[in-house]
């Protein structure tokens, strides 16, 4: 729904406070690594009725997703 690979739904900061690495890895690891570790996943993704999704930082992006 997001059409973002998974390494840009990593929180990096926290990935960084909790040791984690994600240099040389490709997307299935990326992806254990982050059902291992919910709190580095970027929040919060929003789903519209139709679909259609967003990471809603900045809230702006909710904006565009919901539109007028």
Sequence with gaps: ???LAP???VRTADAKKL???MDGL???AVIALMA????IIER???ISD???AVVGRPPE???ELLGP
Excluded: F
């Design 7 to 9: 390494r840009k739904l």
């Design 50 to 52: 139709d679909g259609r």
């Design 19 to 21: 040791g984690l690495q």
């Design 36 to 39: 291992a570790n919910p709190r």
């Design 44 to 46: 919060p993704v929003v």
């Design 1 to 3: 729904m997001l059409d």
């Design 61 to 63: 992006r909710v904006n």
């Design 26 to 28: 490709d997307d299935d």
